[in-house]
């Protein structure tokens, strides 16, 4: 199948939606928590977290456009500068998916999908206890991108919460075992298995591949 820019363009919104949602693959599912400021808590599924550096650590995330109605965790973030990202593992993607129905800001989506609020002293902000990998993250910036007006909000992580036994000698973390979950557009979740690991790509130690 081959679809122009125009093609595109004219596809009926939600199949349109579906499609350019999957095009970039299957990408890390991660539920974020935040707190309001008079003590209500909010956690919501998000597919768009990526990695933007290492010193110092930096994770970024896409918010869809908030100039009508802002969302709890835009609104959330924006008042305490903090918030957790957790990832998602394969046993919690059902309870995970649901909460990014619209609840109200008083009706907790932990509660309301059966997941844990978890805290650690001096950060106020909740994490998911049901999952394995988690980061308490401090609001550094917020980058708009007039285009389709989105936001893409730049955090530093201040605290990292794994299983000692999912760190690799080298300091990866070993995501097959995490049990990990991905998504695909916006309800379509992946299990994922680790399928090879290679060293680290020196112009010296590129195979010859027509000759493998």
Same mark, same amino acid.
């Given at each position: 199948?081959?679809?122009?820019?125009?093609?595109?363009?004219?596809?009926?919104?939600?199949?349109?939606?579906?499609?350019?949602? =999957?095009?970039?693959?299957?990408?890390?599912?991660?539920?974020?928590?935040?707190? =309001?400021?008079?003590?209500?808590?909010?956690?919501?599924? %998000?597919? =768009?977290?990526?990695?933007?550096? =290492?010193?110092?650590?930096?994770? !970024?995330?896409?918010?869809?456009?908030?100039?009508?109605?802002?969302?709890?965790?835009?609104? $959330?973030?924006?008042?305490?500068?903090?918030?957790?990202?957790?990832?998602?593992?394969?046993?919690? #993607?059902?309870?995970?998916?649901?909460?990014?129905?619209?609840?109200?800001? /008083?009706?907790? +989506?932990? +509660?309301?999908?059966?997941?844990?609020?978890?805290?650690?002293?001096? %950060?106020?902000?909740? %994490?998911?206890?049901?999952?394995?990998?988690?980061?308490? @993250? /401090? @609001? #550094?910036?917020?980058?708009?991108?007039?285009? $389709?007006?989105?936001?893409? @909000?730049? !955090?530093?992580?201040?605290?990292?919460?794994?299983?000692?036994? @999912?760190?690799?000698?080298?300091?990866?973390?070993? &995501?097959?075992?995490?049990?990990?979950?991905?998504?695909?557009? #916006?309800?379509?979740?992946?299990? &994922?298995?680790?399928?090879?690991? *290679?060293?680290?790509?020196?112009?010296?130690? #590129?195979?010859? *591949?027509?000759?493998?």
């Amino acid at each position: 199948m081959y679809l122009s820019g125009k093609h595109i363009e004219e596809t009926p919104r939600i199949k349109r939606l579906n499609l350019i949602n =999957s095009v970039s693959g299957i990408k890390p599912a991660n539920l974020i928590g935040t707190k =309001s400021t008079d003590g209500f808590s909010n956690v919501g599924i %998000f597919s =768009s977290i990526v990695h933007l550096g =290492s010193d110092p650590a930096l994770i !970024g995330f896409i918010f869809r456009p908030q100039h009508e109605k802002p969302r709890d965790t835009y609104i $959330n973030i924006k008042e305490t500068g903090i918030y957790t990202i957790n990832q998602v593992s394969t046993g919690i #993607v059902r309870n995970a998916h649901y909460t990014s129905a619209k609840f109200p800001k /008083e009706q907790s +989506e932990f +509660e309301r999908c059966d997941l844990t609020e978890e805290y650690i002293d001096g %950060f106020d902000a909740p %994490f998911v206890k049901e999952s394995a990998l988690k980061m308490g @993250m /401090e @609001m #550094v910036d917020e980058i708009p991108i007039p285009i $389709n007006k989105t936001i893409l @909000m730049v !955090g530093r992580i201040q605290h990292l919460i794994f299983p000692d036994e @999912m760190m690799m000698e080298s300091g990866q973390l070993d &995501l097959d075992r995490l049990n990990s979950a991905g998504i695909s557009g #916006v309800d379509n979740y992946y299990s &994922l298995e680790r399928i090879a690991q *290679f060293p680290y790509a020196h112009l010296k130690d #590129v195979p010859e *591949f027509k000759d493998s």
